[in-house]
C-alpha cells in the first residue's frame, strides 16, 4: 500500500525484541487509511535509523471499546506488504516513508533520544 503521510507524532519510547526504540503515530492522508504506530530504532548497522515494527489502527471509539472478536483493532504490517506493487518499488516507497518520518523535527529530535 502506498501511504501518504498527513501528520506524524511522537508516542513513547519503547522496546520491540530488546531493541529501544520510539513510538511514532502516523495519521495518512488518503481517505480510508487506517493509522499506523511506526516503531522506528537505530538501524542495526547504527548508521541513521530503521523501521522495525508497524501495526495498523484500524480502531474505531463507537465499536473498539469492548473487547470485540468481530472486528481486529490493531493488526501488524509485514514489511513486504507496505508498499504499492508499482512505480518505485515498495523498498523504495518503504525508504521514503521512513525519511518523511525523520523530515519531522519533533520526531527526529525524539530519535537522537534513543539509547546506542
Known sequence: MAYYIKDAE?????EHQ???????QVYPGA???PDLFVYVARAADGNGYEII???????????DWYDNSLH????E???ERFGD???PEAEVQRKEFL??????????ARLRQLPD
Do not use: H, K, T
Not at 10 to 14: A, L
Not at 18 to 24: F, K
Open 85 to 87: 506493487r508499482g512505480w
Open 18 to 24: 530488546g531493541r529501544p526504540c520510539a513510538v511514532i
Open 10 to 14: 511522537y508516542r513513547r519510547m519503547d
Open 31 to 33: 481517505v480510508g487509511d
Open 77 to 79: 504490517v509485514a514489511e
Open 53 to 63: 515494527r508497524m501495526i495498523r489502527s484500524d480502531a474505531d471509539l463507537e465499536i
Open 99 to 108: 525519511q518523511n518520518l525523520l523530515a519531522n523535527e519533533q520526531i527526529a
Open 72 to 75: 481486529q483493532a490493531f493488526a
